[in-house]
């Protein structure tokens, strides 16, 4: 079996592997190298994808990218691929993964980013269902989350302290309301809340405390 024989056994066995998806799916699942960017509607399946996309990466690395089969080094392998790719044998999942794997990704090393704590709860099962104990091993947080664990290990760098408290926005609007009576602001005068905004545009903006109220703006001068 020459090399291009190889390349559409190995596309036959993957096309029955992820049999439930669609042709567009598929081709994001077994994309390995490179960014990928999906758009589509909720409930069209995305999340769907990137488990598949996960597991794929652990199971079988760039095995869809690169040239032939070179794991096969016998009849008995290539047999077997092409009773499984014509549903002639049940599928092995240990026995596929030696014959297709080609420098399959470490789960530790897989980020996988959502917006809120339950979608990554959903994330997590998912991936464990989809690959057993190495599922576990997938780091799969929110962004506040993953940014978090990140600074813990890294902020000493900056000269703070790792053991710090995040604020949430009824935390920071108290702060707010506490330094202006210290200062003795009048609340109805000045919005917390729109100082709380001004402060999270100019931290977005990477504006340091100095230059904040350059402009004379008395508002930006009281915040």
Not at 10 to 18: A, D, G, I, S, T
Not at 26 to 50: C, E, H, M, N
Request: glycine letters at 8%; a negative charge; aromatic letters at 8%.
């Amino acid at each position: 079996m020459n090399a291009s024989q190889q390349n559409q056994l190995k596309e036959q066995v993957f096309k029955r592997l992820y049999s439930r998806l669609n042709d567009m799916q598929r081709a994001a699942v077994l994309k390995t190298t490179g960014p990928v960017l999906i758009l589509a509607g909720a409930g069209s399946g995305k999340t769907t994808v990137l488990i598949h996309r996960v597991a794929n990466l652990i199971r079988f690395g760039r095995a869809s990218e690169v040239e032939g089969l070179p794991n096969c080094w016998d009849d008995d392998d290539l047999r077997y691929l092409q009773d499984y790719a014509g549903g002639a044998a049940a599928e092995d999942p240990t026995l596929l993964e030696q014959l297709l794997a080609v420098d399959p990704v470490r789960p530790w090393n897989i980020l996988t980013i959502t917006f809120t704590n339950k979608a990554a709860g959903e994330l997590k099962e998912r991936l464990s269902l989809a690959l057993g104990e190495r599922g576990a091993d997938v780091n799969a947080s929110t962004f506040h989350s993953c940014c978090a664990r990140i600074l813990r290990a890294e902020i000493e760098h900056l000269g703070y302290s790792g053991n710090f408290t995040i604020y949430d926005t009824d935390d920071s609007l108290r702060v707010i309301k506490e330094s202006m009576k210290t200062l003795n602001l009048d609340d109805k005068q000045f919005s917390p809340r729109a100082i709380l905004s001004a402060i999270s545009a100019a931290k977005d903006s990477m504006e340091e405390i100095g230059v904040f109220p350059a402009g004379g703006d008395y508002f930006e001068q009281i915040v």
